[in-house]
Protein backbone atom coordinates (compact mmCIF):
# COMPACT_ATOMS: atom_id res chain seq x y z
CA UNK A 1 0.00 0.00 0.00
CA UNK A 2 2.68 2.45 1.27
CA UNK A 3 4.59 1.72 -2.24
CA UNK A 4 1.61 2.48 -4.45
CA UNK A 5 0.93 5.84 -2.51
CA UNK A 6 4.69 6.71 -3.34
CA UNK A 7 4.08 5.65 -7.11
CA UNK A 8 0.83 7.77 -7.14
CA UNK A 9 2.76 10.69 -5.60
CA UNK A 10 5.46 10.52 -8.47
CA UNK A 11 3.07 10.51 -11.06
CA UNK A 12 1.14 13.30 -9.73
CA UNK A 13 4.38 15.44 -9.35
CA UNK A 14 5.76 14.46 -12.70
CA UNK A 15 2.41 15.45 -14.75
CA UNK A 16 1.98 18.97 -12.62
CA UNK A 17 5.45 19.75 -14.02
CA UNK A 18 6.30 22.07 -16.79
CA UNK A 19 7.13 20.42 -19.78
CA UNK A 20 10.90 21.91 -20.69
CA UNK A 21 11.28 23.52 -24.52
CA UNK A 22 14.17 24.80 -26.32
CA UNK A 23 12.26 27.36 -27.81
CA UNK A 24 9.03 28.85 -28.09
CA UNK A 25 7.30 30.58 -31.00
CA UNK A 26 3.66 32.90 -31.16
CA UNK A 27 1.35 31.88 -33.95
CA UNK A 28 -0.83 35.18 -34.75
CA UNK A 29 -2.43 32.76 -37.02
CA UNK A 30 -4.90 31.71 -34.17
CA UNK A 31 -6.08 35.33 -33.50
CA UNK A 32 -9.30 37.00 -35.02
CA UNK A 33 -8.74 39.39 -37.04
CA UNK A 34 -8.88 43.53 -35.06
CA UNK A 35 -8.33 41.22 -31.46
CA UNK A 36 -5.70 42.45 -29.24
CA UNK A 37 -3.63 39.64 -27.40
CA UNK A 38 -3.51 40.67 -23.44
CA UNK A 39 -2.38 37.54 -21.14
CA UNK A 40 -4.13 35.43 -23.45
CA UNK A 41 -0.20 33.66 -23.13
CA UNK A 42 0.15 34.45 -19.32
CA UNK A 43 -2.91 32.57 -18.08
CA UNK A 44 -5.68 34.75 -19.34
CA UNK A 45 -7.46 35.65 -22.61
CA UNK A 46 -7.61 37.74 -25.23
CA UNK A 47 -10.03 40.55 -25.68
CA UNK A 48 -12.21 38.37 -27.47
CA UNK A 49 -12.41 36.10 -23.90
CA UNK A 50 -10.54 33.02 -25.51
CA UNK A 51 -9.05 31.20 -23.18
CA UNK A 52 -5.39 30.11 -23.63
CA UNK A 53 -4.27 26.69 -24.02
CA UNK A 54 -0.02 28.18 -23.80
CA UNK A 55 0.85 29.46 -20.51
CA UNK A 56 4.28 30.91 -21.46
CA UNK A 57 4.18 33.70 -19.43
CA UNK A 58 3.90 36.48 -21.83
CA UNK A 59 1.66 39.82 -21.36
CA UNK A 60 1.37 41.70 -24.55
CA UNK A 61 0.37 45.43 -23.78
CA UNK A 62 -1.21 47.69 -27.36
CA UNK A 63 -1.19 46.08 -31.21
CA UNK A 64 -3.68 44.39 -32.66
CA UNK A 65 -4.14 41.87 -35.05
CA UNK A 66 -3.95 42.45 -38.62
CA UNK A 67 -4.69 39.18 -41.31
CA UNK A 68 -3.81 39.49 -44.94
CA UNK A 69 -3.12 36.88 -47.63
CA UNK A 70 0.57 36.34 -46.40
CA UNK A 71 -0.82 35.36 -43.16
CA UNK A 72 -1.17 36.70 -39.64
CA UNK A 73 1.05 39.36 -37.76
CA UNK A 74 0.40 41.87 -35.25
CA UNK A 75 0.35 45.25 -35.80
CA UNK A 76 2.14 47.81 -32.99
CA UNK A 77 3.57 49.44 -31.10
CA UNK A 78 3.09 46.70 -28.46
CA UNK A 79 4.79 45.77 -24.65
CA UNK A 80 5.93 42.38 -24.10
CA UNK A 81 6.18 42.06 -20.24
CA UNK A 82 8.29 38.42 -19.35
CA UNK A 83 7.11 36.55 -16.41
CA UNK A 84 11.00 35.26 -15.76
CA UNK A 85 10.84 32.57 -13.64
CA UNK A 86 7.37 31.23 -15.69
CA UNK A 87 9.84 31.32 -18.94
CA UNK A 88 12.47 30.28 -17.13
CA UNK A 89 10.38 27.05 -16.00
CA UNK A 90 9.69 26.63 -19.42
CA UNK A 91 12.90 26.53 -21.17
CA UNK A 92 15.13 24.59 -18.91
CA UNK A 93 17.47 28.39 -18.29
CA UNK A 94 17.42 31.72 -17.48
CA UNK A 95 19.55 32.29 -20.29
CA UNK A 96 17.40 33.38 -23.43
CA UNK A 97 16.97 35.25 -26.16
CA UNK A 98 14.44 36.37 -28.73
CA UNK A 99 14.14 36.91 -32.45
CA UNK A 100 11.47 38.10 -34.90
CA UNK A 101 10.45 40.13 -37.66
CA UNK A 102 9.42 43.84 -37.88
CA UNK A 103 9.23 46.66 -39.94
CA UNK A 104 8.19 50.69 -39.26
CA UNK A 105 6.12 52.24 -41.78
CA UNK A 106 8.44 55.57 -41.86
CA UNK A 107 11.90 55.19 -43.75
CA UNK A 108 13.96 56.07 -41.01
CA UNK A 109 13.12 53.58 -38.62
CA UNK A 110 13.68 53.67 -34.76
CA UNK A 111 15.04 51.82 -31.66
CA UNK A 112 12.96 48.89 -29.98
CA UNK A 113 13.79 48.89 -26.20
CA UNK A 114 14.08 45.83 -24.35
CA UNK A 115 15.12 45.65 -20.28
CA UNK A 116 16.47 42.76 -18.06
CA UNK A 117 15.12 41.81 -14.42
CA UNK A 118 18.70 43.16 -13.09
CA UNK A 119 17.20 46.95 -14.55
CA UNK A 120 19.51 46.63 -18.04
CA UNK A 121 18.53 48.54 -20.54
CA UNK A 122 19.55 47.88 -24.59
CA UNK A 123 18.40 49.43 -27.65
CA UNK A 124 17.64 47.56 -30.96
CA UNK A 125 17.47 49.49 -33.99
CA UNK A 126 14.75 48.45 -36.06
CA UNK A 127 15.01 49.33 -39.89
CA UNK A 128 12.70 51.98 -41.76
CA UNK A 129 9.96 50.71 -44.54
CA UNK A 130 12.51 51.20 -47.04
CA UNK A 131 9.80 51.03 -50.30
CA UNK A 132 11.79 49.43 -52.99
CA UNK A 133 11.02 52.01 -55.94
CA UNK A 134 11.29 55.32 -53.76
CA UNK A 135 13.78 56.85 -53.94
CA UNK A 136 12.89 59.57 -51.15
CA UNK A 137 9.82 60.78 -49.04
CA UNK A 138 7.34 61.32 -51.48
CA UNK A 139 4.72 59.24 -52.07
CA UNK A 140 4.69 56.63 -54.41
CA UNK A 141 3.33 53.54 -55.69
CA UNK A 142 2.64 50.46 -52.64
CA UNK A 143 4.18 53.07 -50.49
CA UNK A 144 2.51 51.13 -47.41
CA UNK A 145 4.59 47.44 -48.89
CA UNK A 146 8.18 47.02 -47.71
CA UNK A 147 10.98 45.78 -46.06
CA UNK A 148 10.88 43.59 -43.20
CA UNK A 149 13.85 42.05 -41.51
CA UNK A 150 14.72 39.83 -38.71
CA UNK A 151 16.31 40.19 -35.40
CA UNK A 152 17.28 39.12 -32.66
CA UNK A 153 17.46 40.77 -28.93
CA UNK A 154 19.67 39.23 -26.44
CA UNK A 155 21.22 40.75 -23.10
CA UNK A 156 24.01 38.45 -22.86
CA UNK A 157 24.93 35.52 -20.18
CA UNK A 158 25.18 36.84 -16.79
CA UNK A 159 23.75 40.17 -17.02
CA UNK A 160 20.19 39.16 -16.75
CA UNK A 161 17.07 38.00 -18.53
CA UNK A 162 15.00 39.50 -20.55
CA UNK A 163 11.49 40.66 -18.45
CA UNK A 164 10.44 43.81 -21.15
CA UNK A 165 10.59 44.39 -24.68
CA UNK A 166 9.23 48.06 -25.99
CA UNK A 167 8.41 47.35 -29.73
CA UNK A 168 8.45 50.53 -31.73
CA UNK A 169 7.09 48.94 -34.70
CA UNK A 170 4.69 48.79 -37.01
CA UNK A 171 4.60 45.00 -37.99
CA UNK A 172 5.75 41.80 -35.83
CA UNK A 173 5.80 38.56 -36.97
CA UNK A 174 7.68 35.31 -36.61
CA UNK A 175 8.07 36.12 -32.68
CA UNK A 176 10.15 33.30 -30.76
CA UNK A 177 12.32 32.85 -27.45
CA UNK A 178 15.02 30.67 -27.57
CA UNK A 179 16.91 28.64 -24.72
CA UNK A 180 20.78 29.76 -25.43
CA UNK A 181 23.01 26.75 -25.08
CA UNK A 182 26.69 28.32 -25.61
CA UNK A 183 26.59 26.66 -29.44
CA UNK A 184 26.26 29.70 -31.51
CA UNK A 185 27.19 33.21 -31.16
CA UNK A 186 24.05 35.76 -31.00
CA UNK A 187 24.46 39.02 -32.59
CA UNK A 188 22.03 41.84 -30.94
CA UNK A 189 20.13 43.77 -34.04
CA UNK A 190 19.44 43.08 -37.55
CA UNK A 191 20.21 39.13 -38.46
CA UNK A 192 22.27 39.59 -42.11
CA UNK A 193 20.04 38.24 -45.07
CA UNK A 194 17.03 38.09 -43.75
CA UNK A 195 15.00 41.01 -45.23
CA UNK A 196 11.68 40.16 -46.99
CA UNK A 197 10.16 42.57 -49.65
CA UNK A 198 6.71 42.83 -50.44
CA UNK A 199 5.47 42.49 -47.15
CA UNK A 200 2.12 45.04 -45.85
CA UNK A 201 3.31 47.68 -43.32
CA UNK A 202 0.33 49.33 -41.59
CA UNK A 203 -0.07 52.49 -42.07
CA UNK A 204 -0.04 54.26 -38.39
CA UNK A 205 -3.73 55.90 -39.44
CA UNK A 206 -5.03 52.66 -40.91
CA UNK A 207 -4.33 51.06 -37.18
CA UNK A 208 -5.97 53.01 -35.58
CA UNK A 209 -8.92 52.95 -37.02
CA UNK A 210 -8.52 49.24 -36.88
CA UNK A 211 -8.32 49.70 -33.14
CA UNK A 212 -11.97 51.74 -33.00
CA UNK A 213 -13.28 49.33 -35.25
CA UNK A 214 -12.28 46.07 -33.04
CA UNK A 215 -13.49 48.30 -30.01
CA UNK A 216 -16.93 48.91 -31.27
CA UNK A 217 -17.28 45.45 -32.44
CA UNK A 218 -16.67 44.13 -29.11
CA UNK A 219 -19.29 46.70 -27.62
CA UNK A 220 -21.94 45.50 -30.24
CA UNK A 221 -21.45 41.77 -29.21
CA UNK A 222 -22.06 42.87 -25.39
CA UNK A 223 -24.79 44.18 -25.76
CA UNK A 224 -26.69 41.20 -27.96
CA UNK A 225 -25.97 39.15 -24.51
Keep these: ?42 GGKDSLGRASGNDYGLTFKGGTIRHTTLGAYLSG ?12 ALLGTDDYY ?34 PGCSGREPCNNAFYGEM ?14 SNIKFDIDRLDNLQIHAYDGSAFIVPGLIPGSAEINRDIPEPASIALLGIGAVALLARRRRRR
Excluded at 77 to 88: C, R, W, Y
Excluded at 103 to 131: Q, V
Aim: glycine share 10%.
Design 1 to 42: MFRRCIAAAVLTLTAAAPAVANSISISFEEFAHGVTIGDYHN
Design 77 to 88: PVQLTIDVAKLT
Design 98 to 131: VSFNAARHDLDGDFTYSFTDTGRMDGTWINGNGT
Design 149 to 162: AGYHIYAGTGVGSL
